[in-house]
């Protein structure tokens, strides 16, 4: 059972483009959502995150959109440069009770962007 | 520099050799996962530890067990490795599930 799902599974770009990756998730118990970025041969690492209670977030040209009736969150990557190719999770978190928190991943997105 | 150490890098391994993969965290994190990636797969949990003295199964559990020896180093075991087993292993920490840190993964092959 996938809770999160993530779409497209890859994404090419021309520079100066858009980049939007989309994930819906099913448990309305997940309280937080981050995103991840991905370079090869790296772990992954925090690139924005927001909470249910906020609709739209931004750092620079990374904007996460989350709509909480349609259970779907999605980020959107201005300006796209060659340099964000990478892969890209979206995550959700669950408080389990005691001290048990996970995150559930979605199965990421390859972004490429051209030159 | 903080973060999250996973060592070895790199491992090559025969079918039904064992190993133990080390991870230590110098955040004061609480929580800590184990994850395996594998092509189109994602990050599958494969054991986590809430906290000091408790693990609990992830998805992919099966062939793995794991310690978490104190606050800091959380470790996980292959007894009898299986190609199945060929991935890459991350290790990550968190504070109550906010903004987990990973390691830089560790790749192995079973052959």
């Known amino acids: 059972q996938q809770q999160v799902k993530q779409s497209p599974q890859s994404l090419i770009v021309q520079k100066g483009g858009i980049s939007i990756i989309n994930c819906a998730y099913e448990?309305?118990?997940?309280?937080?959502f981050p995103w991840y970025q991905q370079f090869p041969g790296k772990g992954p690492a925090l690139l924005i995150a927001i909470r249910p209670d906020v609709s739209e977030k931004k750092e620079g040209r990374f904007t996460i959109s989350f709509n909480k009736s349609a259970k779907q969150f999605s980020l959107h990557i201005m300006d796209s440069q060659p340099g964000d190719s990478a892969t890209y999770f979206c995550?959700?978190?669950?408080?389990?009770?005691?001290?048990?928190?996970?995150?559930?991943f979605g199965k990421g997105t390859l972004l490429t962007v051209n030159p | 520099n903080a973060g999250v150490t996973q060592t070895p890098k790199f491992q090559v391994l025969k079918t039904g050799q064992s190993m133990t993969l080390q991870c230590a965290q110098d955040m004061n994190h609480n929580s800590m996962y184990w994850y395996r990636q594998d092509p189109g797969m994602g990050l599958r949990l494969i054991y986590y530890s809430a906290s000091e003295g408790t693990t609990d199964k992830g998805e992919v559990p099966n062939g793995y067990n794991v310690s978490r020896l104190n606050k800091r180093e959380f470790s996980l075991r292959l007894e009898s490795a299986a190609p199945s087993q060929t991935s890459v292993y991350f290790c990550?920490?968190?504070?109550?599930?906010?903004?987990?840190?990973f390691g830089s993964g560790t790749r192995l092959t079973v052959v």
């Open positions: 995550a959700a978190r669950r408080d389990g009770g005691g001290s048990n928190y996970k995150l559930t």
């Open positions: 448990n309305t118990a997940f309280d937080y």
């Open positions: 990550a920490s968190s504070l109550r599930g906010y903004g987990y840190t």
